[in-house]
Structures are given as C-alpha cells and as structure tokens.
C-alpha cells in the first residue's frame, strides 16, 4: 500500500522568510511524487512533480521540491514567503511500478501562514 | 470546455434521500479520479477510471457509494440514502492517462450538506 504523511496541520513564516513543508511517502516501488496547492474557494492546483531525474524540482511561483530516496521524503521549499502563498498544501505519491493501479494517494494537508 | 466541470457547486439534501453528482473531464483524458474532502481534512481516494478498463473501487467507503463512467466521458458519483456524515466537498480529477502526463486537473467540487 502506499502513503504520505505530511506531519504538521499548520506553518507559520514570516514573509520574506523561507519555508519548508514537509511531506514523507511509502510506496513499494519507485514513486512518483507531486505538490498541490488550494486556495480559499477555490480548486486545487499542481505545482510541482518528481518523475525521474534531477533529485530538486522547480514548479510554479518559485517553489521547488528536493526528492531524498534515503529519507523517503520531498520537502517543499521556498527561500523568500510571500503573503499570497498562504493556502493549503498536499503533497501526493504514485507508485511508478503498480502497472494498472494508478491510484493517487494524498497527504492530510498543511495549511501555510505567511505572517505580513 | 477547458476545464474539469462539476455540477451541481452545492447541492443540499435531506438524510436518507439519494444524490448524484457529475463529473465532464478534459476532452481527451482518459483516466478520472473522485475524492472526498471533508472540512477541515485531505482528499480521500473514493474511485479511479481508466479507459474501458475496470475502476479501482477500493476507496468507496460503503455500498452506498458507487460511480459509473461511459468510455472516457462523464461520470457520475451515486450516493444513495445519505447521511450527515457524507457532508464534504466532492472532487473529480482527470489525466491524460497511462503514460502520458501524470499531473491530474481537478474540478471546483461539488459541495454536499446532508441535513
């Protein structure tokens, strides 16, 4: 079976500051790995994925995500928060060797607060 | 159209009563997923789609729930007697499919009260 956990409900940062969210995952096979974003009111929205390949991944509005095999986990980071990030963040993982079972599993989500 | 589209955005229902809700995927995309997002939580993995393939049902959580889907076209999540405890956002994604692009697209969700 595969899962993720994301361990905090909630981060708070400064504005301007960095942030980390962080995300951990078990599969049996090689995974593939994502970040989502939801706003208030509105629907999710992909930010970044992990496939194969270079171990950090860059998304959209200057995230990034570092894949660590060792640790089985893909962080995400920003070095410089901005208000506009404050949203909900899930991260999700797909087992690349589960043939024709491509369920999607999710994390429980981390609320983000940029403090102004 | 370009998106993933929902309907109904809100539907109210009284216990017991039976509900359907409707999923239209990106022309194209063969592969659809359902989850359920109650208030406050993550997305729950209800069922998966893909082509004429059969769906993965393992996250419907009881025989109440089921979900069709015709070829690579619309969907529709049946949930049958309804209880409070059903109340959550309802939110349908799609993909391209097997091989091809691995980021799903979602919907706006469909927003279930069971009073």
């Known amino acids: 079976a595969q899962s993720v956990a994301q361990p905090e409900d909630q981060v708070n940062v400064a504005e301007g500051n960095p942030l980390t969210v962080k995300c951990t995952y078990s599969v049996s096979g090689n995974p593939y790995l994502f970040w989502y974003v939801q706003y208030p009111n509105r629907g999710l929205q992909f930010l970044l994925k992990?496939?194969?390949?270079?171990?950090l991944v860059k998304g959209s509005y200057g995230f990034e995500a570092e894949f660590n095999k060792s640790q089985t986990s893909f962080h995400l980071k920003k070095p410089s928060a901005l208000v506009s990030d404050s949203a909900l963040y899930f991260c999700?993982?797909?087992?690349?060797?589960?043939?024709?079972?491509?369920?999607?599993?999710f994390g429980t989500g981390t609320k983000l607060q940029v403090i102004p | 159209g370009a998106g993933v589209s929902q309907s109904p955005s809100n539907k109210v229902t009284e216990k017991g009563k039976d509900v359907e809700l409707r999923c239209d995927p990106i022309?194209?995309?063969?592969?659809l997923y359902w989850y359920r997002q109650r208030l406050g939580q993550g997305l729950e993995f209800l069922i998966y789609?893909?082509?004429?393939?059969?769906?993965?049902k393992s996250g419907l959580p009881s025989d109440r729930f089921s979900a069709e889907r015709t070829g690579e076209s619309v969907s529709t999540l049946t949930i049958q007697r309804t209880q409070q405890e059903d109340s959550a956002v309802y939110l349908c994604a799609s993909r391209p499919g097997q091989g091809l692009s691995e980021k799903l697209f979602f919907g706006s969700g469909t927003q279930l009260s069971v009073l």
């Open positions: 789609f893909q082509g004429n393939s059969a769906p993965d």
């Open positions: 022309s194209g995309h063969t592969a």
């Open positions: 999700a993982v797909r087992d690349q060797n589960s043939g024709g079972y491509q369920k999607v599993t």
């Open positions: 992990y496939i194969t390949g270079d171990n």
